[in-house]
């Protein structure tokens, strides 16, 4: 008799947390954990990601256009004596055309602009993936282009008296095949080699790190928008 009675008081104390964890309770529970604030914290960052990105693809273009005039000359763009690293133009339609473009859509969906307020989250996932691959791809063309600038050099008029013991000069890339000394660690090769465009390295280097890391920012930029798209999209289905 005892026991029964305490079976039946242990009932009426499980009711209530038995009530708490019937599946009814479960979107209640999913309206919890994505809530409308963490929502809105996803369009913030989304916010925030297309600013970025779209600085960082102005940065980018700067860059590459800076490279088309060495030595602040246009003469040499002129006569064809540019490198084709810079020619490419990787970091003008790259790293930043097509950046600046998949930035746009990221911040009108963070704004909720144009027809991206109404839009189905099937719709704007598309959406966000879309910006995705056009930012990477283009993020990813200058980062390999930047990578391969550093490693073969400069354009530039240097002395070839040495291969064929007579005074000349062309012009060509004299780091490219260089096997057992590398140009980027040995400074006292930057002023000897190239005779010109003056500081044709450094110009060569500095403008060609700037997209190195611009880009490789924007990569890391790209990662985050598509973590953030993903909260998103979990976001407005739990919204509905």
Same mark, same amino acid.
């Given at each position: 008799?005892?026991?029964?009675?305490e079976?039946?008081?242990n009932?009426v104390?499980?009711?209530?947390?038995l009530r708490?964890?019937?599946?009814?309770s479960a979107?209640?529970a999913a309206g919890?954990?994505?809530?409308?604030?963490?929502l809105g914290?996803?369009?913030?960052c989304?916010?925030?990601?297309?600013?970025?990105?779209?600085?960082?693809a102005?940065?980018?273009?700067g860059?590459?256009?800076?490279?088309?005039?060495?030595?602040?000359?246009v003469?040499?763009?002129?006569?064809?004596?540019?490198?084709?690293h810079?020619?490419?133009?990787?970091g003008?339609?790259?790293?930043?055309?097509?950046?600046l473009?998949?930035a746009?859509l990221?911040?009108m969906?963070g704004?909720?602009?144009?027809c991206?307020?109404k839009?189905?989250?099937?719709c704007?996932?598309l959406t966000a993936l879309?910006?995705?691959?056009?930012a990477?791809?283009?993020?990813?063309?200058?980062?390999?282009?930047?990578?391969v600038?550093?490693r073969?050099?400069?354009?530039?008029?240097f002395?070839v008296s040495?291969?064929n013991?007579?005074?000349?000069?062309?012009?060509?890339?004299?780091?490219?095949?260089l096997?057992?000394t590398?140009y980027l660690?040995?400074?006292s !090769?930057?002023?000897?080699?190239c005779?010109?465009?003056?500081?044709?390295?450094v110009w060569?280097?500095s403008f060609?790190?700037?997209?190195l890391?611009?880009?490789a920012?924007?990569?890391?930029?790209?990662?985050?928008?598509s973590?953030?798209?993903?909260l998103? !999209?979990?976001?407005? !289905?739990?919204?509905?």
């Amino acid at each position: 008799m005892y026991l029964l009675e305490e079976i039946m008081e242990n009932s009426v104390i499980l009711q209530p947390l038995l009530r708490d964890c019937s599946p009814a309770s479960a979107p209640a529970a999913a309206g919890m954990l994505f809530s409308p604030r963490l929502l809105g914290c996803s369009r913030t960052c989304s916010r925030v990601l297309g600013l970025s990105l779209g600085a960082a693809a102005l940065f980018a273009a700067g860059a590459n256009a800076a490279l088309l005039f060495p030595s602040w000359d246009v003469t040499y763009l002129l006569r064809g004596l540019v490198g084709r690293h810079a020619l490419l133009g990787s970091g003008l339609w790259g790293g930043g055309l097509m950046v600046l473009t998949a930035a746009t859509l990221i911040s009108m969906m963070g704004w909720r602009g144009c027809c991206f307020g109404k839009s189905a989250p099937c719709c704007s996932i598309l959406t966000a993936l879309l910006a995705s691959g056009l930012a990477l791809l283009g993020a990813l063309t200058c980062f390999i282009t930047s990578g391969v600038a550093l490693r073969d050099g400069p354009l530039c008029m240097f002395d070839v008296s040495s291969f064929n013991q007579t005074q000349a000069w062309k012009y060509g890339y004299p780091f490219k095949d260089l096997r057992h000394t590398n140009y980027l660690y040995d400074r006292s !090769l930057w002023n000897s080699v190239c005779l010109e465009p003056s500081k044709a390295v450094v110009w060569h280097v500095s403008f060609f790190s700037v997209l190195l890391c611009t880009s490789a920012l924007q990569l890391l930029l790209v990662a985050v928008h598509s973590v953030n798209s993903l909260l998103g !999209l979990f976001c407005s !289905l739990c919204e509905e």
